[in-house]
Nanobody
Framework: QAQVVESGGGLVQAGGSLRLSCTASGFAFDDYDMGWFRQAPGKEREDVSCIGWNSGYTVYADSVKGRFTVSRDNAKDTLYLQINSLKPEDTAIYYC?????????????????WGQGTQVTVSS
């Protein structure tokens, strides 16, 4: 059964950093581009970042460019998101999922192997 498990969230002050992890199982992790998504209270889930199956390309939402860095370790079936210079507006539940479309195109979507996510809360 395909699944992902996100971890690494927490409560941090504005300007702080976190490193999120996503461990995958039950599917061929290195066959897929992988994405990070987030959902803030009262808002729809939005794309955050996407990385190619072999780390050959990365894509970021404008709101996180320069502050977030996505990476992956295919040997460990694990996806990472380094988050720096956190802002209160980054407060959300963060999810990872394999991406349906190859190449992380604009508007990429997730194959719905959703985990429970990891909560990131940024205090001002």
């Amino acid at each position: 059964q395909a699944q992902v498990v996100e971890s690494g969230g927490g409560l941090v002050q504005a300007g702080g950093s976190l490193r999120l992890s996503c461990t995958a199982s039950g599917f061929a992790f290195d066959d897929y581009d992988m994405g990070w998504f987030r959902q803030a209270p009262g808002k729809e889930r939005e794309d955050v970042s996407c990385i190619g199956w072999n780390s050959g390309y990365t894509v970021y939402a404008d709101s996180v460019k320069g502050r977030f860095t996505v990476s992956r370790d295919n040997a460990k079936d694990t996806l990472y998101l380094q988050i720096n210079s956190l802002k209160p507006e980054d407060t959300a539940i963060y999810y990872c999922a394999p991406v349906r479309e190859a190449g992380c195109p604009s508007g990429y979507s997730a194959i719905g192997y959703w985990g429970q996510g990891t909560q990131v809360t940024v205090s001002s």
